[in-house]
């Protein structure tokens, strides 16, 4: 079978498009998915879960049936999909990047992908992932995932599967979700756009505790149309999910045509809080500056984020502990030391520790809530360091700065997690050996539409995103 490259360079939004006007079939695009994947993903390995016949026996199910007379926002015609290996499709394995659970196979979907799924979503694969989490996407059940841009290098995680895929052209859109920076940071690093939304903004799996507003599901896309058609998609209040919202009144997508940039933005390389790597500063801050050119102020602001590393490392202890603390004593052996080390530390933890974490992040909001009150974005680097090579677990020095645990270097993310926020990594340019960097653009909370608006008029700006999807490039 050959490779249909007209379809693969479709961008999410053409190929619904397509399918609603029944030009293409969700069967042409997962033939043209398939095809693809066989050319690179033995290259790539971001997705090793495939279940494609099973997929093309759904489109034909859902092509005898009679589309809406009225598309709801983000209907999605029958597109294919990734799902995430965090995220159960009924029938199919959720290994979790884990022996432990490497035969697990799910009874049923979970509140995300059955979200999508009812929204015409066709789902044919599972992205790749880390062991329970992590920003670099290997594990011992499907090995490591690699940047096509560069393929010694990461693809970043725990979404690294996902972004992966959509930069070498095997998906239009695919399922991520997000604690410390998983939607974000992989986004960076294979020159894609991922949004880590409001909590709530997307319905999250019955696995998850169900009042945590640490992690949350959010789309990824290969620019931001597209990212805004499938937040539409997902933009589903869930009876399971009790944080989850309402469909906003005016779609996502409607942000992307708002052509009014912000008045008044602000730019940190670092937050004030570690080191970043001068070549990703550099690039970010002169990115942030091309807001100039619409019209916007931008100025060296930001709030204070003072103690939010250790707030954080205390918070994802925590939830660590109440996710997986139950398999340490019989699997102990089988759990990536990392991961040993994140459940024990959560363990550990005192109620006047745990106290003062919720104390911190109470007083961080607000004091983030207070900038947002002079200022319409906030801007920073979304990783600290450029993509490194696959086979280091992370970054242990950052220039002249030892690291201390294996996720000091995403500092840039997690911190903003505990806002809340919403926070999308845009494209905004590679450095010298041609590695991608993003931009993070951070909004009040519950202000996705404000961070998708203004990333839409970036992206114009920056030029980057025709550049996908990219044949693997073995340097």
Same mark, same amino acid.
């Given at each position: 079978?050959?490779?249909?490259?007209?379809?693969?360079?479709?961008?999410?939004?053409?190929?619904?498009?397509?399918?609603?006007?029944?030009?293409?079939?969700?069967?042409?695009?997962?033939?043209?998915?398939?095809?693809?994947?066989?050319?690179?993903?033995?290259?790539?390995?971001?997705?090793?879960?495939?279940?494609?016949?099973?997929?093309?026996?759904?489109?034909?199910?859902?092509?005898?049936?009679?589309?809406?007379?009225?598309?709801?926002?983000?209907? #999605?015609? +029958?597109?294919?999909?990734?799902?995430?290996? *965090?995220?159960? %499709?009924? $029938?199919? =394995?959720?290994?979790? !990047?884990?022996?432990?659970?490497?035969?697990?196979?799910?009874?049923?979907?979970?509140?995300?992908?059955?979200?999508?799924?009812?929204?015409?979503?066709?789902?044919?694969?599972?992205?790749?992932?880390?062991?329970?989490?992590?920003?670099?996407?290997?594990?011992?059940?499907?090995?490591?995932?690699?940047?096509?841009?560069?393929?010694?290098?990461?693809?970043?995680?725990?979404?690294?599967?996902?972004?992966?895929?959509?930069?070498?052209?095997?998906?239009?859109?695919?399922?991520?979700?997000? #604690?410390? +920076?998983?939607?974000?940071?992989?986004?960076? *690093?294979?020159? %894609?756009? $991922?949004? =880590?939304?409001?909590? !709530?903004?997307?319905?999250?799996?019955?696995?998850?505790?169900?009042?945590?507003?640490?992690?949350?599901?959010?789309?990824?896309?290969?620019?931001?149309?597209?990212?805004?058609?499938?937040?539409?998609?997902?933009?589903?209040?869930?009876?399971?999910?009790?944080?989850?919202?309402?469909?906003?009144?005016?779609?996502?997508?409607?942000?992307?045509?708002?052509?009014?940039?912000?008045?008044?933005?602000?730019?940190?390389?670092?937050?004030?809080?570690?080191?970043?790597?001068?070549?990703?500063?550099?690039?970010?801050?002169?990115?942030?500056?091309?807001?100039?050119?619409?019209?916007?102020?931008?100025?060296?602001?930001?709030?204070?984020?003072?103690?939010?590393?250790?707030?954080?490392?205390?918070?994802?202890?925590?939830?660590?502990?109440?996710?997986?603390?139950?398999?340490?004593?019989?699997?102990?052996?089988?759990?990536?030391?990392?991961?040993?080390?994140?459940?024990?530390?959560?363990?550990?933890?005192?109620?006047?520790?745990?106290?003062?974490?919720?104390?911190?992040?109470?007083?961080?909001?607000?004091?983030?809530?207070?900038?947002?009150?002079?200022?319409?974005?906030?801007?920073?680097?979304?990783?600290?360091?450029?993509?490194?090579?696959?086979?280091?677990?992370?970054?242990?020095?950052?220039?002249?700065?030892?690291?201390?645990?294996?996720?000091?270097?995403?500092?840039?993310?997690?911190?903003?997690?505990?806002?809340?926020?919403?926070?999308?990594?845009?494209?905004?340019?590679?450095?010298?050996?041609?590695?991608?960097?993003?931009?993070?653009?951070?909004?009040?909370?519950?202000?996705?539409?404000?961070?998708?608006?203004?990333?839409?008029?970036?992206?114009?700006?920056?030029?980057?995103?025709?550049?996908?999807?990219?044949?693997?490039?073995?340097?």
């Amino acid at each position: 079978m050959g490779v249909n490259n007209e379809l693969v360079r479709l961008t999410a939004t053409e190929a619904v498009a397509r399918l609603r006007r029944r030009e293409i079939s969700p069967l042409d695009l997962i033939d043209a998915a398939a095809a693809r994947i066989e050319v690179v993903d033995g290259k790539v390995n971001a997705l090793p879960i495939r279940f494609i016949d099973t997929a093309r026996a759904t489109a034909r199910r859902f092509m005898a049936q009679k589309p809406p007379q009225d598309p709801p926002p983000g209907w #999605l015609a +029958g597109l294919p999909i990734a799902a995430k290996d *965090y995220n159960d %499709v009924a $029938g199919q =394995r959720t290994t979790f !990047g884990s022996p432990i659970f490497a035969d697990a196979v799910a009874p049923a979907n979970d509140h995300t992908v059955a979200t999508l799924e009812a929204i015409g979503a066709i789902f044919m694969a599972k992205s790749n992932v880390p062991e329970f989490a992590g920003s670099n996407t290997f594990n011992t059940v499907f090995g490591a995932t690699r940047n096509p841009w560069n393929l010694k290098m990461t693809a970043g995680g725990s979404s690294g599967g996902a972004a992966a895929a959509l930069a070498s052209g095997t998906q239009w859109l695919a399922m991520g979700s997000d #604690l410390g +920076g998983s939607l974000r940071i992989p986004a960076s *690093y294979c020159s %894609v756009v $991922g949004l =880590r939304p409001s909590v !709530g903004r997307a319905p999250r799996g019955a696995g998850l505790p169900a009042f945590d507003s640490l992690w949350v599901e959010g789309p990824m896309a290969r620019n931001v149309p597209d990212l805004a058609l499938m937040l539409d998609a997902l933009s589903v209040q869930h009876p399971h999910d009790p944080l989850s919202l309402p469909a906003p009144r005016v779609p996502f997508t409607a942000a992307v045509r708002q052509r009014r940039p912000p008045r008044r933005v602000g730019f940190t390389p670092n937050m004030a809080l570690s080191n970043v790597d001068p070549e990703v500063a550099a690039i970010c801050r002169a990115a942030a500056h091309r807001f100039t050119d619409l019209g916007t102020a931008v100025e060296d602001a930001a709030p204070d984020f003072s103690n939010a590393i250790d707030t954080f490392q205390t918070l994802r202890g925590l939830l660590f502990a109440a996710l997986r603390g139950d398999l340490l004593a019989a699997e102990r052996p089988r759990i990536n030391p990392s991961i040993v080390w994140n459940i024990e530390k959560g363990l550990k933890l005192t109620a006047d520790e745990i106290i003062r974490a919720e104390r911190e992040r109470s007083a961080l909001y607000h004091r983030v809530a207070a900038f947002f009150d002079q200022y319409d974005l906030l801007m920073c680097p979304t990783v600290a360091v450029p993509p490194y090579p696959v086979e280091q677990p992370y970054p242990t020095r950052i220039g002249d700065q030892q690291l201390t645990s294996y996720i000091d270097w995403m500092f840039l993310t997690f911190v903003v997690t505990l806002t809340g926020c919403p926070a999308l990594s845009l494209p905004c340019g590679f450095t010298k050996d041609g590695l991608p960097v993003g931009l993070q653009i951070i909004g009040p909370s519950h202000a996705d539409s404000a961070v998708i608006a203004a990333a839409s008029l970036l992206e114009q700006v920056f030029g980057i995103a025709s550049r996908l999807p990219i044949d693997p490039v073995p340097a």
